[in-house]
């Protein structure tokens, strides 16, 4: 008898113990993807490659040894009007492959894509950074002068000196020689974000452009512009149209 009711008591507290029992709930999991940025180095259409020989719209003949620059400050602007704001710093250097990953990017369909070629004003005194805005990537200048936003280097037998070498170092965040420019490029085609999806955003970042409209740039007398002021702000001028849309690869 007393085992029997022994027994009761054990069933009748698992009974209670499972009653307890509170089911977790499955995760939920984002409805989110990703997009990689490619950037293709052209001339005026052309695939660029390094130490290759060109002209610019001067006529100036000159190769390019070393092209990299920032993209910083990209939105991703739905069809609907509203955006994704990444807030990533992204250094694109062409001779590393040209192009960067974004993440975390809601799931829809996007018309266009807005960013600053440049560094914002207050990463620039910000003090030591890393990342792709770390001092080792020879893209900073100092304390004073900041970041480097774009960076060109080369030769031309035009060039006014004796090594017959071209640079190209455009920065500068205060007025009125500030270099930081913000554009916008809309797609031809919808860029459709999911979570089973991988799509790539192809770009061209065409090299003339650097060298002409509004200001047409002759290696004679502009072979070296490193510093901040009016002729880096010309050049910043004129790259405001250097990247364009090319395709989507789903």
């Known amino acids: 008898m007393k085992i029997k009711s022994i027994a009761i008591i054990v069933l009748l507290a698992f009974s209670f113990c499972k009653k307890d029992k509170i089911e977790e709930p499955e ?16 001339i005026d259409g052309n695939t660029m490659l390094f130490g290759t020989q060109y ?25 609907d009007g509203s955006k994704f704001s990444e807030g990533k710093f992204h250094l694109v250097d062409h001779s590393l492959g040209g192009g960067f990953s974004m ?23 910000s003090g030591v950074q890393d990342g792709d805005l770390a001092p080792s990537k020879a893209m900073f200048w100092d304390w ?10 080369g030769t031309s ?6 090594s017959k ?13 500030s270099t ?11 860029l459709v974000i999911a979570k089973d999806k991988n799509p790539q955003l192809k770009l061209a ?4 452009e650097l060298f002409k409209n509004p200001f047409v740039v002759d290696f004679f007398t502009y072979h070296t512009v490193t510093s901040p002021g009016l002729q880096s702000n010309l050049v910043a001028n004129n790259y405001t149209d250097m990247i364009s849309y090319e395709a989507i690869v789903p």
């Open 103 to 125: 993440s975390g990017i809601p799931a829809g369909t996007y018309k266009s894509m807005i960013y600053t070629l440049g560094v914002d004003s207050s990463r620039n005194v």
């Open 165 to 177: 070498d071209i640079a190209f170092h455009i920065g500068g965040f205060t007025k009125p020689y």
């Open 27 to 42: 995760p939920v999991v984002p409805n989110v993807g990703n997009l990689s940025v490619n950037y293709r180095p052209t």
């Open 157 to 162: 037998p035009q060039a006014d000196n004796g």
């Open 144 to 153: 004073n002068t900041g970041y480097i936003f774009l960076k060109l280097e």
């Open 55 to 79: 002209k610019n719209a001067h006529g100036d003949t000159f190769t390019v040894n070393l092209f990299k620059y920032y993209i910083t400050n990209v939105f991703l602007v739905k069809d």
């Open 205 to 208: 970042s065409n090299v003339n």
């Open 180 to 190: 930081i420019r913000t554009m916008t490029i809309n797609f031809a085609q919808d």
